[in-house]
């Protein structure tokens, strides 16, 4: 089963930023459903919108991550003006490998995020790169996930997290 996270955060939003970059983090994978957005939100909101603002400011490149389909992540990355990789097959790293192998990205200055052990976190670990587990944004699932994360809350409950570095903003290091 998957390894455990480098780093758990609450949410994506309170991540703190300086924190990564102290860790040589310059590319930010990011899951977009129940990490950036409920899965059922089509498109980014103002907060989201404004945060993508901070992370480019502060020299982040963000690439949304997404088992999701073309369209709906195509949609929402077009919309915050980042690239993105759909129909990713997490937790294999195959795709996201060609990816990042194809646009000459560094592995040891990535890090992933997003809130399932069973996709994104195994999925980072396949690829031997850093990530972060968040708590789910919100509790309403696609029939897909609903099951994942039945297996997700298992493990939380497996492995201890509470031994795992916290990294939300204004939480002492």
Known sequence: MARLPTWCCTNIYKIDLNFLKENNIKYILTDLDNTLAPYNVPLPDEKTIEFFKELKKEGFEVIIVSNNTGKRVTAYSNMLEINC???????????????????????????LIGDQMMTDILCAN???????????????????TFFNRKLDNYFRKKYNLNSVEKIDRGVGK
Do not use: M
């Open 85 to 111: 990789v759909s129909g990713a097959k997490k937790p294999f790293a195959t795709t996201l490998r060609k990816y990042l192998l194809k646009n000459n990205i560094n592995l040891d200055e990535c890090v």
């Open 126 to 144: 396949r690829l031997k790169i850093k990530c972060v587990l968040t708590e789910p944004l919100s509790k309403e699932e696609s029939f897909v």
